[in-house]
Structure formats: structure tokens, C-alpha cells
């Protein structure tokens, strides 16, 4: 079984920016195939933000392109999310989530919150 950790997030006022880690540890096998970030505010769906897949292809949601970057550091077993200029708008809680190669099972995190201030 694989657990992920995330930390990172806390209060930053807007135009700042955050760096989140998501650690992955136990059955990873040969790694990470497959890495999301998402996130949820209160009262609102769970936003798929950006993915990796196991070549190392990234895609990021419109609304914060040019602003988030996510990468992976395979010897560490580490998911990033580089957040740059954020926006009180984007204050939520924010998720890891992962598949393993050889596995076809996802695996969450708990998530860490993200506040950004006016």
C-alpha cells in the first residue's frame, strides 16, 4: 500500500507564492506513473489543477497557467506544485493524488489548506 503526505500550504498574502510536496512512501514499486494536484473550496467540486504522467508530460487548468508548475522528483519519491502570484480566489484545501506503475489503483492525500489573504 502506498501513503502520500502533502505539506507546504499556509497563509500567504495574494501575489505570493507556495511550493506544495506530496511525499509517497511504502509499495511504490518502480515509482510514480501518474501524479494529479487538485483541489476543493468550501462549497464547491474538487478542481483538477495539473497532472504528470510517467513520461514526464504536464498539463495545468486554464486558470493558472503561466502561474503553477507541478514536477516530480523520482529520487525522492515527490510530487511539487510551485504556486507563483496566487489569488485569495484560490484559497482551498489542495490534494495529491498518484497511480504507481504495475498498479491500477489511485492513492490520495490528506491534504494540506491553502490560504491566500487579500
Known amino acids: 500500500q502506498v501513503q502520500l503526505v502533502e505539506s507546504g500550504g499556509g497563509l500567504v498574502q495574494a501575489g505570493g507564492s507556495l511550493r506544495l510536496s506530496c511525499a509517497a512512501s511504502?509499495?511504490?514499486?518502480?515509482?510514480?506513473?501518474m501524479g494529479w494536484w487538485y483541489r476543493q473550496a468550501p462549497g464547491k467540486q474538487r478542481e483538477l489543477v495539473a497532472?504528470?504522467?510517467?513520461?514526464?508530460?504536464?498539463t495545468t487548468a486554464d486558470s493558472v497557467k503561466g502561474r503553477f508548475a507541478i514536477s516530480r522528483n523520482t529520487a525522492k519519491n515527490t510530487l511539487y506544485l510551485q504556486m507563483n502570484r496566487l489569488k485569495p480566489e484560490e484559497t482551498a484545501m489542495y490534494y495529491c493524488?498518484?497511480?504507481?506503475?504495475?498498479?491500477?489503483?489511485?492513492?490520495w492525500g490528506k491534504g494540506t489548506q491553502v490560504t491566500v489573504s487579500s
Open positions: 511504502g509499495s511504490i514499486g518502480s515509482g510514480n506513473a
Open positions: 497532472t504528470i504522467n510517467s513520461r514526464g508530460i504536464t
Open positions: 493524488a498518484a497511480r504507481m506503475t504495475g498498479d491500477d489503483v489511485d492513492y
